[in-house]
């Protein structure tokens, strides 16, 4: 009777672990479509060009402060959403590895000695 339940145990951390691991790769797409957005607006921003510009002495090191400024930003998004896809990832795997030991204790042919 415990074996029965057993695999009916792992069968349902397999299902979690699945479903986790499906929630990862939402958090990933949702990501780079923010991302995208992101850059797209910043695109838009952007001056054109063509456009005449101020006759700034100065202007290359404020436009690299700019660019440096926007790829640290971009970086921090990047890793936030490394962690947090990480962490779900790690439990998915977990939950798994945990459902196919259960599944697997509860198929076992014979009786196991410490379940009876």
Do not use: C, T
């Amino acid at each position: 009777m415990v074996k029965e339940w057993l695999n009916v145990a792992g069968l349902g951390f397999d299902v979690v672990g699945v479903l986790l691991l499906s929630y990862e790769w939402w958090v990933a797409i949702s990501a780079e479509r923010r991302e995208a957005e992101i850059m797209e607006r910043e695109q838009r921003l952007k001056p054109h060009p063509m456009m005449p510009r101020h006759n700034n002495p100065h202007q290359a090191v404020f436009d690299h402060m700019r660019e440096n400024l926007r790829f640290q930003q971009q970086n921090r998004r990047a890793h936030a959403v490394r962690e947090e896809r990480r962490s779900w990832f790690i439990a998915a795997l977990w939950l798994i590895a945990f459902g196919f030991l259960l599944q697997l204790m509860g198929s076992w042919p014979g009786e196991l000695p410490f379940l009876s």
